[in-house]
């Protein structure tokens, strides 16, 4: 099901009224994995307004928001 978050915040930008999507999924299996608490998944949607970066070895995601 869509739904839609409030705010989203990350590096100290805030998006509002984020489109989501809700999935049945069980995020205790993936904090166990990970072994720290999980707030949540940024998922394509939410990623799509930016340039991503990933620096493997450096364990950084870079979001860029595309120039205008």
């Not at 839609?4 to 915040?9: D, P, T």
């Not at 995020?27 to 939410?46: D, F, K, Q, S, W």
């Amino acid at each position: 099901a869509i739904t839609s978050i409030h705010s989203v915040a990350l590096a100290g930008e805030t998006q509002t009224e984020v489109e989501a999507v809700r999935a049945p999924l069980d995020i205790g299996l993936l904090e166990n994995e990970v072994g720290h608490a999980i707030a949540g998944l940024l998922g394509g949607r939410y990623l799509e307004s930016y340039v991503t970066t990933i620096d493997y070895p450096g364990r950084v995601i870079t979001l860029r928001a595309y120039p205008e």
